[in-house]
């Protein structure tokens, strides 16, 4: 071994080892400095966070003022995943992020495609507040800007967004074409050459022409990448721009050298590279161009969600109808919608009857009929009748807006699976930049001659192939096109956690009354002695109940008006506390009520009790009647099982779930129900109180527990369970506590969730292997390790095409879910099972499994 390559091979080990010092050495964190009891500090963002590491202290509010002075999708958003926070950051404009840290910790934080990021240390609130300085301040939690102006609304960020996405595709394909032009006659001279000087000018073999052609394409061209990459650098991290900065900035300096000083050099190392140097770069803007319209494509389902909302309602104030903006309606306002509008606004209806589409925010395709207090959802479409209606809900309180502000949430979010890629991308350009100087010296030293050359072009392909950008892509793009596709399908999820966690569910618990069951009675059957008719019947106990407030009656009363039946207005009304009522009605004398009731009445009731049996066995609600003193009849009411329950159990059922319900009602009544629907495991005579705590003996059981519920009760449940789904018809309480809501309240969400749940985290696993894999076969081949066997060298043009098609090929797979289909339920009858029943905590007995 010669002097020469004993010095090249101690100078690599001493730069790799000072590469190692700074980029892993520990870094000094930037402390926040307090004023008015508040933490304030300044993070600059340009091709990095500086500085990247600030502490701050636990318990004490903290503003953190973003500047950013740049522009492009990369850092067009910062998140916090593990605060839960998120905010925009719009071009060369200053953000603030507003929180208060409740626990001590080291979190970090990144850009939205996570190659950006930076650490916030969080240090234990132990020590004294300086003097002067209040200690715990109130302060909100959340994203606000700067100077008090309130925070953008969704379709303002997006705007600003959309808008910078422009500005960048048009950038880019600016120099894409500028990069062509000037490379194609250096690549043509270098390609057609072996084939003759005769097909090429003479003049662009000179060096000094080519120098004049890629100069511009080195420093126009590829200044974004350049900037970027040494910026990321001296921010003392680095990522994909970095790399092949280094490597174009190595071919590019050695050609020039040999152009300028070429006596200098041995006559056998005299070849220059600026065909190379104007192909990478072209290629990689040209890829950067097809990557930003592909990523545009995963927020569709935001641009789509607010194209739905309506610009105008036709509001009636003073008896004057007048149309104003949507933005001018306030709580209150009376509106008139028309056959073939849309709702502008969350409201209810004062009069009028119709059918409302409400498939573009609940999924659902079927209209929904609406009626005198019935709710409606903005940015539905009204088809049949016109409606007179109340705003309830305006401007970023509307359905619409928080279903947008929830997928943007979502969307920033990070799934647990992305800590693989975050591990891996920390280390990951450091040992790429080692692995490159390691292959020159192998090179240098045993390579064949010219060494120099051959070593320079094969470090220049290690430093361009290595794409740590298609491991960065691999999670954020498949979460913000799931979490759109959710959204579209009525389907709310709240973190890109709760969309992996779904996956792994084993067992789902399902509250009976709201989520299996509609949640109000309904007439359910009718059964007349032969005394009267059985519609006869039932328009006598109607119009008896027609002045009663109870639950049955406006069950009675509705069913009877769905049979085509009038009910008449009773001549006398009577209500007994507890047993029933009686009123004249038609003329005819009727009693309706408990068997106490009749019985005092001196009315046989034998007959009318073993039909009550027979309808309690089957989980209804029986009501005597009377006609005349003579038995006539019962009536039962049931809170009726949904639509599509059955169908949808019956689906969960074959991804492999374990289904159990989960009630208060009694055992036998909650087993009736069950089964209705198909399930054979039974949580009966649960007080709300104890419905978490059935939840936590079902995860001591080893299970992955999905709870599904709408009422203030569920809550608690929601909360303690792996994954947390709300029926989006329920309370708020439910759907605050829950990880994903189901806006249309149809079990069928459900289904529909666990399988988007499934195969984004399919694509995303998908997506980490074509980006381990490439990098896993493409850097040993840019090293050399073919040379050996076949005498095959990569050269750096190549690997900049393989680079771009490994972020291209992540991109593309992620887009994939966009077209995911969101299948409605087969119908299915329920199977003949025999339910297991378990009694609730507190009353439980043993009862075998």
């Known amino acids: 071994m010669s002097g020469v390559d004993v010095a090249v091979l101690v100078g690599a080990a001493l730069v790799i080892t000072g590469l190692a010092w700074y980029f892993f050495a520990p870094r000094r964190a930037q402390a926040a400095t307090v004023g008015d009891g508040v933490?304030?500090?300044?993070?600059?963002?340009?091709?990095?966070?500086?500085?990247?590491?600030?502490?701050?202290?636990?318990?004490?509010?903290?503003?953190?003022?973003?500047?950013?002075q740049e522009t492009g999708d990369c850092t067009s958003r910062v998140v916090f995943p593990d605060l839960h926070l998120s905010a925009a950051l719009p071009g060369y404009q200053r953000t603030t992020v507003r929180f208060t840290p409740e626990q001590a910790g080291s979190f970090g934080f990144a850009c939205g495609m996570n190659m950006v990021s930076g650490t916030l240390v969080v240090t234990p609130n132990d020590v004294a507040t300086p003097?002067?300085?209040?200690?715990?301040?109130?302060?909100?939690?959340?994203?606000?800007?700067?100077?008090?102006?309130?925070?953008?609304?969704?379709?303002?960020?997006?705007?600003?967004?959309?808008?910078?996405?422009?500005?960048?595709?048009?950038?880019?394909?600016?120099?894409?074409?500028?990069?062509?032009?000037?490379?194609?006659?250096?690549?043509?001279?270098?390609?057609?050459?072996?084939?003759?000087?005769k097909w090429v000018p003479g003049i662009l073999f000179d060096h000094w022409v080519q120098l004049a052609f890629i100069t511009p394409v080195m420093f126009y061209v590829g200044w974004p990448i350049h900037r970027t990459g040494w910026l990321a650098l001296a921010h003392r991290s680095a990522d994909m721009n970095s790399l092949i900065t280094l490597g174009t900035l190595a071919a590019y300096g050695y050609s020039l050298l040999v152009t300028v000083a070429s006596g200098v050099l041995p006559a056998d190392v005299r070849d220059v590279y600026f065909e190379a140097v104007g192909v990478i770069l072209t290629l990689l803007m040209l890829g950067r161009l097809l990557e930003a319209r592909a990523k545009a494509g995963t927020g569709e389902a935001i641009r789509a969600l607010l194209g739905l909302q309506a610009?105008?309602?036709?509001?009636?104030?003073?008896?004057?109808?007048?149309?104003?903006?949507?933005?001018?309606?306030?709580?209150?306002?009376?509106?008139?919608?028309?056959?073939?509008?849309?709702?502008?606004?969350?409201a209810t209806v004062l009069s009028g009857q119709s059918a409302v589409d409400e498939s573009m925010v609940t999924g659902e395709s079927i209209p929904v009929t609406k009626y005198t207090g019935d709710a409606v959802i903005g940015a539905t479409l009204n088809t049949t009748g016109s409606l007179r209606v109340r705003a309830t809900k305006v401007g970023a309180d509307t359905m619409l807006a928080q279903i947008v502000r929830m997928v943007q949430q979502a969307q920033a979010s990070r799934a647990p699976i992305q800590r693989l890629a975050d591990a891996?991308?920390?280390?990951?350009?450091?040992?790429?930049?080692?692995?490159?100087?390691?292959?020159f010296v192998i090179w240098f030293i045993a390579g064949p001659t010219p060494t120099l050359t051959q070593a320079l072009v094969s470090a220049v392909a290690v430093l361009i192939i290595a794409c740590p950008c298609a491991?960065?892509?691999?999670?954020?793009?498949?979460?913000?096109?799931?979490?759109?596709?959710?959204?579209?399908?009525?389907?709310?999820?709240?973190?890109?956690?709760?969309?992996?966690?779904?996956?792994?569910?084993?067992?789902?618990?399902?509250d009976k009354t709201g989520t299996i069951t509609t949640g109000k009675p309904a007439l359910t059957d009718v059964r007349a002695t032969g005394t009267v008719a059985e519609n006869e019947l039932l328009m006598l106990v109607a119009g008896a109940e027609a002045d009663s407030e109870h639950p049955i009656a406006s069950a009675v009363i509705a069913g009877a008006r769905g049979r085509g039946i009038t009910v008449p207005a009773p001549a006398a009304f009577d209500s007994i506390t507890g047993k029933g009522v009686q009123a004249t009605v038609a003329g005819r004398s009727v009693l309706v009520g408990t068997a106490t009731l009749l019985a005092e009445?001196?009315?046989?009731?034998?007959?009318?009790?073993?039909?009550?049996t027979e309808l309690?066995?089957?989980?209804?609600?029986?009501?005597?009647?009377?006609v005349d003193s003579y038995p006539a009849g019962v009536i039962a009411v049931a809170d009726t099982v949904k639509g599509d329950s059955v169908s949808a159990i019956a689906a969960l059922r074959a991804l492999g779930l374990h289904v159990v319900m989960i009630s208060g009602d009694s055992a036998r009544t909650a087993a009736a129900i069950a089964a209705q629907v198909g399930i054979d495991r039974v949580l009966a005579e649960v007080l709300p109180e104890h419905k978490a705590g059935e939840v936590r003996r079902l995860q001591a059981e080893g299970r992955q527990v999905g709870m599904v519920g709408d009422g203030i009760n569920d809550a608690p449940a929601l909360a303690q369970a792996d994954v947390g789904l709300a029926i989006g018809t329920g309370t708020d309480v439910a759907i605050e506590a829950a990880d994903i809501t189901l806006i249309s309240g149809s079990l069928a969400g459900v289904v529909t969730a666990i399988r988007l749940s499934r195969a984004t985290m399919r694509n995303i696993r998908q997506n980490l292997f074509f980006a381990l894999i490439y990098n896993a076969v493409g850097i040993p081949l840019a090293a050399g390790a073919l040379y050996p066997l076949l005498g095959l060298r990569l050269s750096p043009m190549v690997a900049a095409a393989a680079m771009t098609l490994s972020s291209l090929s992540v991109v593309g797979n992620?887009?994939?879910?966009?077209?995911?289909?969101?299948?409605?339920?087969?119908?299915?009858?329920?199977p003949a099972v025999e339910p297991h029943r378990e009694v609730g905590a507190g009353q439980r007995e043993s009862l075998a499994t």
């Open 601 to 612: 009445n001196g009315i046989d009731t034998a007959e009318l009790e073993q039909i009550s």
């Open 311 to 346: 610009r105008t309602a036709r509001v009636v104030r003073e008896g004057i109808e007048t149309e104003l903006p949507v933005d001018e309606v306030i709580v209150g306002d009376q509106i008139v919608i028309h056959p073939g509008e849309k709702i502008p606004v969350d």
């Open 616 to 626: 309690a066995a089957a989980g209804k609600t029986p009501v005597l009647a009377a």
């Open 131 to 197: 003097s002067g300085e209040s200690e715990t301040p109130t302060a909100a939690s959340g994203c606000a800007p700067v100077d008090g102006v309130a925070e953008p609304t969704a379709a303002e960020v997006e705007a600003t967004q959309a808008e910078e996405r422009r500005a960048e595709s048009a950038d880019l394909i600016r120099r894409v074409v500028i990069g062509a032009a000037f490379t194609l006659p250096v690549l043509y001279a270098v390609m057609v050459h072996p084939l003759g000087a």
């Open 471 to 510: 491991l960065g892509l691999a999670t954020p793009l498949s979460i913000m096109v799931a979490t759109g596709k959710g959204a579209r399908a009525g389907i709310l999820i709240r973190s890109a956690e709760a969309l992996e966690t779904a996956q792994n569910l084993d067992t789902i618990v399902l």
């Open 814 to 830: 992620a887009n994939r879910l966009r077209h995911y289909p969101i299948k409605p339920l087969p119908t299915t009858e329920a």
């Open 39 to 68: 933490q304030r500090l300044q993070v600059r963002v340009s091709g990095g966070y500086s500085p990247n590491v600030v502490e701050v202290r636990q318990g004490v509010p903290v503003e953190i003022e973003f500047d950013r």
């Open 424 to 439: 891996l991308s920390a280390y990951f350009v450091p040992v790429v930049i080692a692995t490159a100087l390691i292959t």
